[in-house]
Each structure stands twice: as structure tokens, then as C-alpha cells.
């Protein structure tokens, strides 16, 4: 009777076990890894963000096309044209930077409120007519240049030693009537800028494409490289001496 008990209980407790059992599939086995030997680089940029950057020198280009947008911005002040108006802007002569000083009168142009119709190739005199009676503004650019003039602080090897440089523009506006071709107005335009950047930073702010924007750098003689140390030498032995002679 016993036996037959606990064979009985032993039988309930085998089906409540595999009542609780829980049944686990895989959907699908354990992916191959990735052959990466012909894989495809993937282009990343990180900038660098920070509360202070570096600090460096405008280049002669940069320097310059500031100085184009005061001058004639200053030219174009006086200059006989309504906001609302509209003209025809054309160079005067053919010049490598004339980009610039189109960009600089266009600003000036945008800020009156004046629309333009932009020629990059010089108006011939016979040609005006054919934009509608509009005023022709001749632009002309006669020197735009970067000069390095002199050499700034007396350690050389510190790296502390600066250039100073000058940028130049000049030029003029021309203000013509299109079917006459009289002239209304002209002004000058005449600006420069002088800073100063460190001397190893000369390949930053140059360019190989234009030349008007590149100077030789300056040099320094012997004699005043080493004119402080002999004056700081001679007044230390001064007063040395003063010292030594004292009672």
C-alpha cells in the first residue's frame, strides 16, 4: 500500500515539473562575422569646438577684400542713383582681383536698394544701348596690393617677431549715360589697412595665384638684432662698476 503511494506522488510531481517547463527556440544561429578586408572607408569629420580657438592671421586676400569694400563703399556714398534704380555693372579694364571689387560694389549697390545686371567683360561704347536705356557703373581697379614693411620685435628666436603689412586698394566709379554715353558721375575710390602677423605664418596668409598679393619678407641686419643685448651689456657693466668703486 505504501509502495503503491509514493510511486502515485511520485508521478504528480513528474507532471507538475513538466507542466512549469518553458520551451526556448532559436530563430536563427549565431551570425558569421563581417570580412572587413575589402570593406569601404566611411568619410568622418570631427571640428574641433571650443569655447577659444586659435588664433590666426586674415589672409592678404581676406585683408584685401576688406579694404575694397570700405573704399568703395566711401565712393559710392555721393554717387547720383535712387534706391530702386536699376544698372548695368561693368568693368572698366580687365584686372585679376576684379572679383573683388565687384563684390564690393554689389554690396554697396544691395544696401541702397539698387538691382544690377552684372558684365564681367568691358562694355564697348556701341553696345550700351542694348540693356534698355539703364546706367552703365564702370568700375575700375587700378592697383590692389599687400606689402610687407618692416619686421617687428627684436627676438628672433622666440618666435614673437611679426610682420607688419600694408594693404592697398585704389580705384574709381563711373556713372554713364546709356544712349549718350556722357559721363554723370565719378568718384575715387582709395583705402589701406595696416596690421602686423607672425613671421612663420607667412605661408598662411599668401597665395600662389596672385602675385599682387605677395611681398618678399623683410630682413634685419646683424647690428640690430643685437643692438638691445650690447646696450643691455653695457649698462649692466656700468652699473657693476658704479658698484664696485663705491667706499
Known sequence: MRVGLLVALLALCCLASAAQAKKFRYASGPRPATDTTFATAEQQVEPIVR??????????????????????????????????????L???????????????VLRSL???????????????????????????????????RVSYLRLVGWLPFSGRV???????????????DARSSNVLWTGDASYNLLDAFPKDRVALVEDERYADLKAPVPTRNVD????????VAVVAGLVALFFQNRP
Open 51 to 88: 569655447a577659444r580657438g586659435p588664433r590666426v592671421p586674415a589672409t592678404n586676400l581676406q585683408l584685401v577684400s576688406l579694404v575694397a569694400n570700405t573704399a568703395f563703399e566711401r565712393a559710392f556714398q555721393r554717387a547720383p542713383i535712387d534706391s530702386g534704380s536699376h544698372v548695368v
Open 90 to 104: 561693368a568693368p572698366a579694364e580687365s584686372h585679376p582681383l576684379n572679383f573683388v571689387v565687384e563684390h564690393a
Open 110 to 144: 544691395s544696401r541702397r536698394g539698387i538691382t544690377a545686371t552684372v558684365r564681367r567683360s568691358i562694355l564697348p561704347d556701341d553696345s550700351l544701348n542694348a540693356y534698355g536705356g539703364d546706367p552703365v557703373l564702370e568700375y575700375q581697379l587700378a592697383s590692389a
Open 162 to 176: 611679426k610682420i607688419e603689412r600694408q594693404a592697398l586698394v585704389e580705384g574709381d566709379l563711373t556713372l554713364r
Open 224 to 231: 640690430k638684432v643685437f643692438e638691445p643685448v650690447i646696450v
